[in-house]
């Protein structure tokens, strides 16, 4: 079992940035993708960036660029920084953490990030 402990998040204004971390506290098994997703209101929660074990990042076109996901493996903890951001930035974000070897899914706890003036 993992325990995925998420910190930051926030309001800031357009243009601004904000980091968002998570740690992941137990053993993981196997190959491990640690992700952010984000959840508007009303809308589904999406992936906004990924990174595999070997480093491997993904990114949707709506925050390429702008977001960048980075992994530190001696302590399990990934962490969110995101630049230029825009009132559709705003959503609650989650961070995720999927053991392959047992395909469970792990959530941490969300945060709500607010774009506005």
């Known amino acids: 079992q993992l325990q995925v402990v998420q910190s930051g998040g926030g309001l800031v204004q357009p243009g601004g940035s904000l980091t968002l971390s998570c740690s992941a506290s137990?053993?993981?098994?196997?190959?491990?993708?640690m992700a952010w997703y984000r959840q508007a209101p009303g809308k589904y929660r999406h992936s906004v960036a990924e990174?595999?074990?070997?480093?491997?990042?993904t990114y949707p076109d709506a925050v390429r660029g702008r977001y960048t996901i980075v992994r530190e493996h001696t302590n399990n903890t990934v962490v969110l920084q995101k630049n230029d951001l825009q009132p559709e930035d705003t959503a609650v974000y989650y961070c995720h953490v999927h053991e392959s070897n047992t395909d469970i899914h792990y959530w941490g706890q969300g945060a709500q990030v607010t774009v506005s003036e």
């Open positions: 990174i595999t074990q070997i480093g491997r990042t």
């Open positions: 137990g053993r993981m098994y196997g190959f491990t993708t």
